[in-house]
């Protein structure tokens, strides 16, 4: 079966939700089926994504006299840039996230068993049918 990613994303903002109204816990098996769902699918085009990220940042990132980047601690994109190079950052960070919410891979289930399910609304079945519910 094809997703994009922004549906994974998506699908991973209820598992976090689900934790949070603590209708779930860290470790329980239904936790444990997104974190294995989570590898075998998504951490590869995430981690891709910030390699990217990273990569655009530090292309446009100041140099010092001696050619190094210049970090900045307090930018949360850890270096100094001149106006125009922060447009173009923030410009292909842009583009980068659509490009990841856009891609479409195929998704391999991992399914939790059902007794292990904590309630669920029909939207967050919906959500993540097929990818740790069937």
Do not use: H
Not at 9 to 28: F, H, M, P
Not at 68 to 83: A, M
């Amino acid at each position: 079966m094809q997703k994009k990613i922004e549906e994974l994303l998506s699908a991973d903002q209820i598992v976090g939700g689900l934790i949070q109204s603590q209708k779930t816990t860290e470790n329980s098996k239904f936790i444990y089926a997104w974190k294995k769902f989570y590898r075998l699918n998504m951490k590869d085009p995430i981690s891709e994504y910030q390699d990217k990220v990273q990569d655009i940042r530090i292309k446009y990132a100041q140099e010092d006299k001696d050619g190094s980047v210049v970090n900045d601690p307090t930018n949360p994109r850890g270096y100094k840039y001149s106006k125009e190079s922060l447009q173009s950052v923030i410009k292909e960070e842009k583009d980068a996230t659509k490009e990841l919410n856009e891609r479409e891979i195929e998704v391999k289930p991992y399914i939790c068993p059902v007794e292990s399910l904590p309630e669920l609304t029909d939207e967050e079945k919906e959500q993540l049918k097929g990818l740790i519910i069937e």
